[in-house]
């Protein structure tokens, strides 16, 4: 298709997930294999939904890097940005699922080859042809990852691409809450989108107000657009010029693992062709629409990359 290009960058690695909630993964029968890492859900979202994708980051040169990767080229990702690290393996996730609905995570991370992605293994053609960058990964705190990241930005932003954020914050991953809330704020003010949840919203205000006031004090100059969302209340969107809400479609969640990604992947896929359509509400609101359904598809089914979307199946919650 002739669409423009949307890049991700950051982690992917796989979740190990009991079959069965309220035990811990060594006390289960049996559990899955779910492949996942936020921005390489995005960069899947994305065609799923028809549009054009690559992901950059790095694996391990094992088992489970080889299988991400083919799980990404199966799903139309360009995989020309992946590096393969010969030392580190590949991110792991053990997955608790409390018997309350919360996950807990124990990480295989020590360090893994997605945090030591160098500046210098960049592929910088592929960033350079993005019309969208989107990054927001917790590799993003160590070196030489977090250099990488920087360079990858710059090189994406002039070369004129858009610059989407989402600070994916899993509090566990960071060494303290202060240092996630530093960091997250230090590269605040480069991106023209940024999307945060209503959790990151309080985390990051430190104020339990989810509102407009809370919402604004995180505005900066150079900001196009910031996304608020609210799970089954839908989201909020702030701009210069004009501040709403959109409601959330009704569904039957089962796993809501991936629907924030659901949703940026499906907003990146409206904007990348017309940046402009941020400055015209009636059409920003159609498109929110469009990601909500995306996001509330993705509740519908288990896992991440399984339950997101193709377009048809979007137009018709959107048509019901
Ligand atoms: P994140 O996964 O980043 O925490 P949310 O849970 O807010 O993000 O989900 C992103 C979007 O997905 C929401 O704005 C909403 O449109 C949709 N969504 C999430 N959970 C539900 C739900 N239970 N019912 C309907 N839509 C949902």
């Given amino acids: 298709n002739s669409s423009g290009l949307i890049v991700s960058f950051g982690e992917m690695l796989i979740d190990f997930v009991p079959t069965v909630s309220g035990v811990s993964l060594a006390e289960a029968p049996g559990f899955l294999k779910a492949p996942g890492g936020a921005p390489a859900n995005v960069a899947i979202a994305v065609t799923r939904l ?13 088992e ?3 299988m991400l990767a083919g799980i990404l080229k199966k799903n139309n990702v360009i995989a020309d940005g992946i590096n393969f690290d010969q030392g580190a393996r590949t991110a792991l996730a053990f997955v608790t699922l409390r018997s309350d609905g919360e996950r807990e995570f124990m990480f295989y991370r020590n360090p893994s080859a ?10 910088l053609e592929l960033i350079r042809s993005a019309k969208v960058f989107h990054y927001g990964s917790i ?8 250099s990488a990241h920087l360079k990858a930005m710059q090189v994406a932003r002039d070369a004129g691409a858009l610059l989407s954020y989402d600070p ?14 530093e960091q997250i704020l230090s590269i605040w003010n480069q991106a023209d989108l940024i999307k945060v949840s209503d959790v990151e919203l309080e985390f990051l205000t430190g104020s339990d107000k989810i509102d407009d006031a809370s919402a604004m004090s995180l505005w900066h100059p150079n900001l196009k657009l910031l996304l608020v969302t609210l799970g089954e209340k839908g989201c909020n969107y702030y701009t210069k010029n004009f501040r709403g809400h959109v409601d959330a479609y009704h569904v039957n969640a089962v796993d809501t693992t991936g629907a924030g990604d659901s949703f940026v992947g499906a907003l ?3 904007l990348v062709d017309d940046h402009s359509l941020i400055e015209d509400e ?3 609101r159609e498109v929110l629409k469009y990601a909500n359904a995306c996001g509330a598809i993705t509740t519908t ?3 991440a990359i399984p339950a997101l979307p193709a377009h048809p199946e979007v137009l018709s919650i959107m048509n019901a």
């Fill in 64 to 66: 489970f890097g080889h």
């Fill in 282 to 284: 009636g059409r920003l």
């Fill in 114 to 123: 997605d945090m030591l992605l160098k500046p210098e293994e960049l592929n």
């Fill in 168 to 181: 994916n914050l899993r509090l566990p991953l960071w060494p303290s809450p202060e240092e996630a809330r």
């Fill in 139 to 146: 590799s993003l705190i160590v070196e030489p990852c977090r």
């Fill in 268 to 270: 990146l896929c409206k």
């Fill in 50 to 62: 028809g549009g054009k994708a690559a992901f950059v980051g790095k694996l391990g040169d094992d």
């Fill in 301 to 303: 089914k288990k896992g």
